[in-house]
């Protein structure tokens, strides 16, 4: 039977970036060097755990800045207990390949790390036990993920997220990331930027990748680790920057729909959103419909701590070179 040219040249399209290293079961390696079969579980079933993570080029200072790695590799060691799985490195293991993958690929620009602990049994059979595992890293040049400066326009996902008693939201399984792709598909095809998720109970959970605060009365105010939100490395940060350095209070309590039409400022939060302002929810203004003052304050903070400009917030970031 004849295939179709155009699938089978779409099909046959190189890898993005066939010469990057990769670390790919305890080796470095080329990307185009190193396959995975059909019948890798993890393909099938979703099960696997990832992470992702950013380092930030600083064109000033020449350096390439990891940002928060340990605490990214702390959380995919419990994500990986969660499935019944274990990384076959610490965190200190874990970062120092990170550092040398980043060293070897010199990269001089904005990067995306993704680690991956994968079931790489190539079998037949839905179950967590008595299967193989397989572990890479790799990096790419990375930009904004969602937009960062004019503020976004947000709908409220007719998709629940995923309950805990269902598929752990706080573990970062790959199986429970369809439910982010539906939620974020239907807001972009609708003429949004993206989408808010709701818990099946019905409060505001987070973003499709991001976690969320709003400021309300002089508060911050953030779903509780309990609304089956990932509990996010950037979420922690800002709850520690808004006491520090706004000294405003934080409130991690559950958030009801219609305070996300009432209240003052609102942002999503993550290691590929940065810190993005929502400007408009459900075509209703968020605050004056334009970027939060303290919204814009704590962007102003994060952009200079994770590019390595901010001293008091060194600990954040690795440099690379
Ligand atoms: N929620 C979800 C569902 C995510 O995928 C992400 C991105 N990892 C976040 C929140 C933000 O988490 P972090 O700040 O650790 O990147």
Redesign the pocket.
């Known amino acids: 039977m004849g295939v179709d040219t155009k699938a089978k040249a779409a099909v046959k399209k190189p890898a993005a970036h066939p010469n990057t290293w990769v670390f790919f079961e305890g080796e470095f390696a080329r990307y185009n060097d190193v396959k995975l079969g059909l019948m890798t579980h993890a393909l099938h079933y979703g099960t696997a755990v990832f992470?992702?993570i950013r380092a930030y080029w600083n064109e000033k200072k020449e350096q390439l800045f990891l940002l928060?790695s340990a605490?990214?590799y702390d959380?995919m060691h419990r994500s990986a207990n969660v499935m019944r799985m274990k990384l076959p490195y610490s965190t200190e293991e874990l970062v120092s390949y990170t550092v040398e993958l980043l060293r070897r690929n010199e990269f001089k620009s904005d990067v995306y790390v993704r680690p991956l602990l994968y079931t790489s049994s190539e079998e037949i059979g839905v179950r967590l036990h008595n299967l193989n595992r397989g572990f890479f890293i790799y990096a790419i040049p990375f930009g904004n993920y969602v937009e960062v400066e004019a503020g976004i326009r947000c709908m409220v996902s007719t998709w629940r997220r995923v309950p805990d008693q269902a598929l752990p939201?706080r573990a970062?399984i790959t199986g429970?990331?369809a439910q982010?792709a539906l939620a974020k598909s239907e807001a972009v095809e609708s003429g949004f930027d993206e989408a808010i998720v709701l818990s099946v109970d019905g409060h505001v959970s987070?973003?499709?990748?991001?976690?969320l605060f709003m400021l309300k009365d002089g508060s911050f105010i953030t779903p509780p680790v309990t609304d089956d939100?990932?509990?996010?490395?950037?979420?922690?940060?800002l709850i520690k920057v808004i006491k520090d350095e706004l000294n405003l209070p934080v409130l991690e309590r559950s958030i009801d729909r219609t305070e996300l039409y009432t209240c003052d400022e609102l942002l999503l939060?993550?290691?590929?959103?940065q810190i993005s302002p929502v400007i408009e929810v459900d075509r209703r203004p968020v605050g004056n419909g334009r970027v939060g003052e303290f919204t814009q304050e704590l962007q102003n903070i994060y952009f200079g701590a994770v590019r390595g400009d901010t001293p008091k917030y060194k600990d954040w970031t690795i440099p690379i070179y």
């Open positions: 992470e992702g928060q605490a990214h959380r939201a970062k429970s990331y982010a987070e973003g499709s990748a991001e976690n939100i990932l509990e996010g490395v950037t979420r922690s940060l939060c993550g290691t590929g959103a």
